[in-house]
């Protein structure tokens, strides 16, 4: 009854905080977690990114709102946060949906960490990353000053290239979630080494971390790449886990030793984590770790209380005191004391309902 009792309610009370603990292992496991990685769009940000600046290189801008709407076109068939929303900044400067539908979009292609391409009309279009224009020999000399100032804020940009040459720029912020500088420093505090991970430049990832407290971050990651950094933690020794929420980090929660889903993502990372967030809200990270400590103390007292009985009584019962002391065990104080124990077990058991979180 010591482990299966407190496990039990430990999951029930998990569900009530809205921690979907999907098997006893990994409850378990979570309090013995050295490092927590922490995705960085829908995770740690509010996973709803807007376009905040826009920039066209010099000859270009008498044509700014058609670059904007190709642009849109184009993004319009991608389903990545970031494409939505440059489809919705197009609208918001007036360029009808309608408008955007009737350009033609042939050959779409999402290149997995660098952008999108297709033909737009008559165009060639890439949006994507300045390292991924450097693969296409596009030069992006003309706005990369501007590029480097909107990184530092902390925004992501994105390059917008015509027939293969440069033509515009457009950053793209995501706010922090409000709990989120909170619930990075009560981690902190628990004794976890928090790290931050995405495939944002440097600059911008550097920015954000330094914005909700996180030391370390490590930037310019591939979707293909996040299961294989987990992997370069662990061969350190540590246990770690991992926090999100798309598909593309749907390896990473199956590699870590924990994966935790933040519950408005993608059905694949749900399905693939250990331990679902039922709601966006990052403490539900703290929640589960604080939930999995006072689980294994209670294990840890219930085997206690299980053994201290028997310890006690079986010498008695053997006669080992007779000859000193003449002290016998009756076998009804013996069944009683065999009952006591199983009572005590599950009663401490019972008193995790009373568990409360603390952030």
Same mark, same amino acid.
Request: glycine share 8%.
């Given at each position: 009854?010591?482990?299966?009792?407190?496990?039990?309610?430990?999951? *029930?009370?998990?569900?009530?905080?809205?921690?979907?603990? @999907?098997?006893?292992?990994?409850?378990?496991?979570?309090?013995?977690?050295?490092?927590?990685?922490?995705?960085?769009?829908?995770?740690?940000?509010?996973?709803?990114?807007?376009?905040?600046?826009?920039?066209?290189?010099?000859?270009?801008?008498?044509?700014?709102?058609?670059?904007?709407?190709?642009?849109?076109?184009?993004?319009? #068939?991608?389903?990545?946060?970031?494409?939505?929303?440059?489809?919705?900044?197009?609208?918001?400067?007036?360029?009808?949906?309608?408008?955007?539908?009737?350009?033609?979009?042939? +050959?779409?292609?999402?290149?997995?960490?660098?952008?999108?391409?297709?033909?737009?009309?008559?165009?060639?279009?890439?949006?994507?990353?300045?390292?991924?224009?450097?693969?296409?020999?596009? +030069?992006?000399?003309?706005?990369?000053?501007?590029?480097?100032?909107?990184?530092?804020?902390?925004?992501?940009?994105?390059?917008?290239?015509? +027939?293969?040459?440069?033509?515009?720029?457009?950053?793209?912020?995501?706010?922090?979630?409000?709990?989120?500088?909170?619930?990075?420093?009560?981690?902190?505090?628990?004794?976890?080494?928090?790290?931050?991970?995405?495939?944002?430049?440097?600059?911008?990832?550097?920015?954000?971390?330094?914005?909700?407290?996180?030391?370390?971050?490590?930037?310019?990651?591939?979707?293909?790449? @996040?299961? #294989?950094?987990?992997?370069?933690?662990?061969?350190? *020794?540590?246990?770690?886990?991992?926090?999100?929420? *798309?598909?593309?980090?749907?390896?990473?929660?199956?590699?870590?030793?924990?994966?935790?889903?933040?519950?408005?993502?993608?059905?694949?990372?749900?399905?693939?984590?250990?331990?679902?967030?039922?709601? *966006?809200?990052?403490?539900?990270?703290?929640?589960?770790?604080?939930?999995?400590?006072?689980?294994?103390?209670?294990?840890?007292?219930?085997?206690?209380?299980?053994?201290?009985?028997?310890?006690?009584?079986?010498?008695?019962?053997?006669?080992?005191?007779?000859?000193?002391?003449?002290?016998?065990?009756?076998?009804?104080?013996?069944?009683?004391?065999?009952?006591?124990?199983?009572?005590?077990?599950?009663?401490?058991?019972?008193?995790?309902?009373?568990?409360?979180?603390?952030?």
């Amino acid at each position: 009854l010591a482990t299966p009792t407190a496990i039990m309610v430990g999951i *029930g009370k998990g569900a009530e905080s809205g921690v979907l603990i @999907k098997s006893a292992d990994s409850l378990q496991l979570a309090h013995r977690l050295h490092t927590l990685v922490l995705d960085k769009t829908g995770t740690l940000t509010q996973g709803a990114p807007s376009v905040t600046h826009y920039a066209t290189v010099a000859g270009v801008q008498s044509d700014e709102l058609h670059l904007l709407a190709l642009a849109a076109a184009l993004e319009q #068939q991608s389903e990545h946060p970031l494409a939505e929303a440059v489809v919705a900044y197009a609208q918001r400067q007036q360029i009808s949906p309608d408008a955007i539908n009737q350009l033609a979009v042939k +050959d779409f292609a999402a290149i997995a960490g660098n952008g999108i391409q297709g033909q737009v009309g008559d165009q060639k279009l890439h949006i994507g990353t300045r390292g991924w224009m450097a693969e296409l020999q596009i +030069d992006t000399r003309t706005l990369a000053s501007l590029e480097r100032t909107w990184q530092h804020a902390g925004q992501t940009t994105a390059w917008i290239a015509v +027939d293969g040459k440069a033509a515009g720029l457009v950053a793209i912020a995501d706010a922090p979630k409000p709990n989120a500088v909170a619930t990075v420093r009560t981690l902190q505090k628990m004794g976890l080494d928090v790290v931050m991970l995405t495939g944002d430049n440097r600059s911008t990832a550097e920015a954000v971390a330094q914005a909700v407290g996180i030391q370390r971050a490590i930037a310019e990651v591939r979707p293909d790449q @996040k299961a #294989q950094q987990i992997m370069a933690l662990q061969r350190d *020794g540590k246990k770690v886990a991992m926090v999100g929420d *798309g598909i593309n980090d749907a390896p990473a929660l199956a590699q870590a030793d924990v994966g935790i889903a933040i519950g408005t993502g993608t059905d694949v990372a749900i399905a693939t984590s250990d331990i679902t967030l039922m709601s *966006g809200d990052l403490s539900g990270v703290v929640a589960a770790l604080q939930l999995s400590r006072a689980t294994m103390t209670n294990i840890r007292q219930n085997l206690f209380f299980a053994f201290i009985y028997n310890v006690i009584a079986i010498p008695i019962a053997a006669g080992a005191l007779y000859p000193l002391l003449g002290w016998r065990l009756n076998p009804m104080i013996a069944g009683a004391a065999m009952a006591l124990s199983s009572v005590s077990v599950v009663s401490n058991a019972l008193r995790l309902r009373h568990f409360k979180p603390r952030l």
